[in-house]
């Protein structure tokens, strides 16, 4: 059959219409926000809402987390909730220095009592609040000899580290021991250097003034160019370290921030020091003390040291994530509201949680800085208690407080060259294992989203799952 021509170029029309249709196939749907992830056996929760509660986006939003240093945002937000003046010096919460009778004849103890100030300093460039001046006031009221020196912590309970806390973290700056008096946040300086050539034992030093633990020294100069594999090794309860393992023979000193045993004998060696430079004569002995003595005499106080706001701590607790910080803040709150308890100060937060209308379930925390391998928090409930804090009077102070993506603290190098970057008020978390974000961010359409993310189970081998946590907010952000 012989087709019009106007037909035959309709029929060719429809023809290559239905080859088009059927030759370029539609794009399969975007997965959603952490469907997909990278790292294999990690378990991820989120939530996404707006500031009047409207959910964005949510994943396992009612399981609970390990939020590791997450749990600052319940304790720095308790500071805001329970504490006045934070920007202003509280003298009676600074270290200070008495001097105690003997018996007849005898010269007298002296006594270095801590207040629970995280920012004592014992170093020849520190200016204020410094362990020096407090050896100055000693020389200045006419001290020339002493018996016995006595680091004293008794104001805050004698528990140095916290609920759940690995012991074999112990050993860093990180995980340093809780204590009223506290001198450069408790912590050493340790320089190690390889030898002089392969097979020798590589080297040590302490920065000045750290020589407070001894140290048992099995770290071999390795061949140039191989991997190193230093390790530090303390006992808790020993004062001894012990260094293993190789170190390449052209590698650098380094310095590692090693954590002391006990914060108040490490503070009344270190003002022993101080005072033997001066001239005082030290008769007896170096002595910690942890417990209220019984039927003491009365001291006399020499002089006390003005630390510096609370608002200072708050923000090292916040932008750097420093945990003793968040120790002592806690124990601060919970010794004004007397409700200081053995363990620490967390019924703090419990009350804290409860008051944002969180349950246990919600959130269940048992120290201030998160190194508690015990804490659980679910990402709906710190939703709702960043939602709690911004409806709060303090709630945009403590928000301005947090490190910003791109710019400042634990997020100066995350969310840079994204739509995030200057827009994202967030507080990390990192332990072994595990990851979390939480805070606020502002959307593509301006209005400020609240968040938590956490990732948890991450196999100890497994690359970081940071970049991935960051690009799905950022998706987020930019889909809002």
């Known amino acids: 059959?012989?087709?019009?021509?106007?037909?035959?170029?309709?029929?060719?029309?429809a023809l290559f219409g239905l080859s088009a249709c059927t030759t370029t196939p539609a794009e399969p749907p975007r997965p959603a926000p952490f469907a997909e992830t990278e790292v294999a056996g990690v378990r991820w929760g989120a939530i996404v809402m707006t500031l009047d509660g409207r959910e964005v986006f949510s994943l396992n939003a009612d399981e609970r987390f390990i939020p590791a240093s997450n749990t600052k945002v319940f304790t720095s937000a308790a500071a805001f909730h329970y504490l006045s003046g934070l920007d202003v010096p509280d003298p009676e919460a600074g270290t200070s220095l008495w001097l105690a009778p003997r018996g007849q004849g005898e010269a007298p103890d002296l006594v270095l009592m801590g207040a629970g100030d995280p920012g004592l300093m014992d170093s020849a460039a520190c200016v204020n609040n410094c362990l020096h001046q407090l050896a100055d006031a000693a020389v200045a009221a006419g001290i020339?000899?002493?018996?016995?020196?006595?680091?004293?912590?008794?104001?805050?309970?004698?528990?140095?580290?916290?609920?759940?806390?690995s012991w074999n973290n112990f050993v860093w700056y990180y995980t340093a021991p809780v204590s009223a008096l506290t001198v450069n946040e408790n912590t050493l300086g340790l320089i190690v250097s390889p030898g002089a050539a392969p097979g020798d034992p590589a080297t040590y030093r302490w920065a000045p003034g750290d020589d407070l633990l001894l140290v048992d020294n099995d770290l071999i100069t390795a061949p140039a160019g191989s991997e190193p594999s230093l390790r530090l090794q303390r006992v808790p309860g020993l004062e001894i370290l012990r260094l293993a393992g190789y170190i390449p023979a052209d590698a650098a000193p380094r310095t590692y921030a090693v954590a002391v045993r006990d914060p108040?004998?490490?503070?009344?060696?270190?003002?022993i020091v101080l005072l033997s430079e001066r001239g005082v004569t030290v008769e007896g002995l170096m002595r910690a003390?942890?417990?209220?003595?019984?039927?003491?005499?009365?001291?006399?106080?020499?002089?006390?040291?003005?630390?510096?706001?609370?608002?200072?701590?708050?923000?090292?607790?916040?932008?750097?994530?420093?945990?003793?910080?968040?120790?002592?803040?806690?124990?601060?709150?919970a010794l004004a509201r007397?409700?200081?308890?053995?363990?620490?100060?967390?019924?703090?937060?419990?009350?804290?949680?409860?008051?944002?209308?969180?349950?246990?379930?919600?959130?269940?925390?048992?120290?201030?800085?998160?190194?508690?391998?015990?804490?659980?928090?679910?990402?709906?409930?710190?939703?709702?208690?960043?939602?709690?804090?911004?409806?709060?009077?303090?709630?945009?102070?403590?928000?301005?407080?947090?490190?910003?993506g791109g710019e400042s603290g634990t997020l100066a190098r995350r969310f840079k060259g994204t739509s995030l970057e200057g827009k994202i008020f967030a507080k990390t978390g990192s332990?072994?294992?595990?990851?979390?974000?939480?805070?606020?961010?502002?959307?593509?359409?301006?209005?400020?989203?609240?968040?938590?993310?956490?990732?948890?189970?991450?196999?100890?081998?497994?690359?970081?799952?940071?970049?991935?946590?960051?690009?799905?907010?950022?998706?987020?952000a930019e889909e809002n």
């Open 431 to 476: 332990l072994h294992g595990v990851n979390a974000l939480s805070g606020y961010m502002t959307a593509r359409s301006g209005q400020t989203l609240i968040f938590a993310v956490y990732a948890n189970d991450r196999p100890a081998e497994a690359p970081s799952i940071i970049g991935e946590m960051d690009a799905n907010l950022v998706r987020i």
């Open 264 to 271: 108040a004998e490490s503070a009344a060696l270190r003002l």
């Open 144 to 165: 020339t000899r002493v018996h016995d020196v006595i680091g004293d912590d008794t104001l805050l309970p004698a528990a140095p580290w916290g609920q759940g806390w």
């Open 1 to 13: 059959m012989i087709l019009p021509r106007f037909l035959k170029a309709a029929l060719g029309a």
């Open 338 to 404: 007397g409700e200081l308890s053995p363990e620490g100060g967390p019924e703090i937060l419990t009350a804290l949680v409860a008051e944002a209308g969180l349950t246990p379930v919600e959130a269940e925390l048992f120290d201030g800085s998160g190194l508690s391998t015990y804490n659980r928090v679910t990402p709906r409930g710190m939703a709702a208690f960043l939602r709690w804090a911004a409806a709060q009077s303090w709630g945009n102070d403590w928000r301005a407080m947090m490190p910003v």
């Open 289 to 333: 003390r942890h417990e209220p003595a019984a039927d003491a005499p009365p001291p006399t106080l020499i002089a006390r040291l003005t630390p510096a706001p609370v608002a200072d701590s708050i923000r090292r607790i916040l932008v750097n994530s420093q945990n003793l910080h968040a120790e002592l803040l806690l124990r601060r709150i």
